[in-house]
T-cell receptor
Framework: QKEVEQDPGPLSVPEGAIVSLNCTYS??????FMWYRQYSRKGPELLMY????GNKEDGRFTAQVDKSSKYISLFIRDSQPSDSATYLC???????????FGAGTRLFVKA | EPEVTQTPSHQVTQMGQEVILRCVPI?????FYWYRQILGQKVEFLVS????????KSEIFDDQFSVERPDGSNFTLKIRSTKLEDSAMYFC?????????????FGPGTRLTVL
C-alpha cells in the first residue's frame, strides 16, 4: 500500500465550479497535512497546511483532515482559470521535515 | 520577497559523469532539503540537512549522492556517477524551524538530463 494515494486526474471543470481534491494515506504518524500547487516546470508552492484533524479555510480554499479515516480534502470554491495547475497533497510527521507527496491531481478550469 | 534559487535551470550530462546542482536557500533559513521529480511522477524526498549534517535521508539517497553547504549561502547536491534513471527535476527547499509551522519553500528546480 502506498503511503499517500492521490488520483492524478486530469480533472476538468467549468469556471465557477466547486472543486474537490482528495488524498488517502496509510501512515498514522503523519501530523501535518499540506496542499501544494505546482505550475508546469515550477517548484511546488504551499497553499495551506493543517495540523492534525479539522478544517481550515483561506479565502476560496478549504482544507479538511479526517485522521480517523486517513483522508484529506481540498475544496476550491468559485474556481477560476488561474487555478489550473497540479495540486499535490503532502504529509509529514512531527516537526514537518521529511515530506511525502501524493502523485498530484492535474486541474483544468475552463473559462 | 525572498526566494530559493537554483542553478543551472537545465543540466545535460553523459552517463557516468559527476554533476553538482546548486541552490541558494533563503538567507535566514536553517534547514535545507533536496527533492526530485521524475517526469510524470510524484515529488520524492531525498535528504534533509541541518547544522552541517544530514538529518534524514530516503532510500533513494544512496552512496552516489552527497550534499554540502560549502559556504554561508550555497547548498549543493552532488551525484557522483550519473545513471540514466537520475534524469529528473531536482528541487531544493529551505525552511525556518523557528516558525509555528516548518514551511518549506521550494526553488524552481534544475532539470537534469542524463544521456
Amino acid at each position: 500500500q502506498k503511503e499517500v494515494e492521490q488520483d492524478p486526474g486530469p480533472l476538468s471543470v467549468p469556471e465557477g465550479a466547486i472543486v474537490s481534491l482528495n488524498c488517502t494515506y496509510s501512515n498514522s504518524a503523519f501530523q501535518y497535512f499540506m496542499w501544494y500547487r505546482q505550475y508546469s516546470r515550477k517548484g511546488p508552492e504551499l497553499l495551506m497546511y493543517t495540523y492534525s484533524s479539522g478544517n481550515k479555510e483561506d479565502g476560496r480554499f478549504t482544507a479538511q483532515v479526517d485522521k480517523s479515516s486517513k483522508y484529506i480534502s481540498l475544496f476550491i470554491r468559485d474556481s477560476q482559470p488561474s487555478d489550473s495547475a497540479t495540486y499535490l497533497c503532502a504529509m509529514s510527521g512531527t516537526g514537518g521535515f521529511k515530506t511525502i507527496f501524493g502523485a498530484g491531481t492535474r486541474l483544468f478550469v475552463k473559462a | 520577497e525572498p526566494e530559493v534559487t537554483q542553478t543551472p535551470s537545465h543540466q545535460v550530462t553523459q552517463m557516468g559523469q559527476e554533476v553538482i546542482l546548486r541552490c541558494v536557500p533563503i538567507s535566514n533559513h536553517l534547514y535545507f532539503y533536496w527533492y526530485r521529480q521524475i517526469l510524470g511522477q510524484k515529488v520524492e524526498f531525498l535528504v534533509s540537512f541541518y547544522n552541517n549534517e544530514i538529518s534524514e535521508k530516503s532510500e533513494i539517497f544512496d552512496d552516489q549522492f552527497s550534499v554540502e553547504r560549502p559556504d554561508g549561502s550555497n547548498f549543493t547536491l552532488k551525484i557522483r556517477s550519473t545513471k540514466l534513471e537520475d534524469s529528473a527535476m531536482y528541487f531544493c527547499a529551505s525552511s525556518d524551524p523557528g516558525q509555528v509551522y516548518n514551511e518549506q519553500f521550494f526553488g524552481p528546480g534544475t532539470r537534469l538530463t542524463v544521456l
